[in-house]
């Protein structure tokens, strides 16, 4: 972390340790590095965050092949090993926090529009006074009132006058 809290960018943590080896060393910038065999012999690889479990698997497969042609120290190994065995956990953990949230929406989808079909038509009140179509006030019973679309209220029955 810098001072003011952040964490450093990785190509210049990259420079800052390049520096640091050819220190220690002994080479200067200059200097070429001697060229790998054992890693020229083996198939370029870029390694890429996976996606799913099967992604997971066919890296850490991929990792520990790479490490019976070079060997990793023993703890380090171990160390690869439990990291690809707990992001496959996570990843698991991760779709199965999917599924239930994808769940949990559509019901919830399901619950808002059966709160939008349903009307409240309050009893009494003004909802028992209905205007005629001549403006006279009509005193109607509330049961035979619904709340139209876009409308105030209008009479349930068919004797409309």
Known sequence: MDNRGLPPCPSTVRSVANLLLEKRDGNSPSTPSR??????????????TPKNTDEIRRQSARLRNRNRTTPLSSPTSRFVDRIFYHYERLMADNVLLAQENMELRTANEEIQQRKRKSTYVPHGGAAGRVQAEDGDPIQEDSKDLVQGAGEDFVRRSDDDP
Do not use: G, Q, R, V
């Not at 060229?35 to 890429?48: D, F, I, R």
């Open 35 to 48: 060229p790998s065999t054992a890693h020229n012999s083996l198939s370029p690889w870029t390694p890429k």
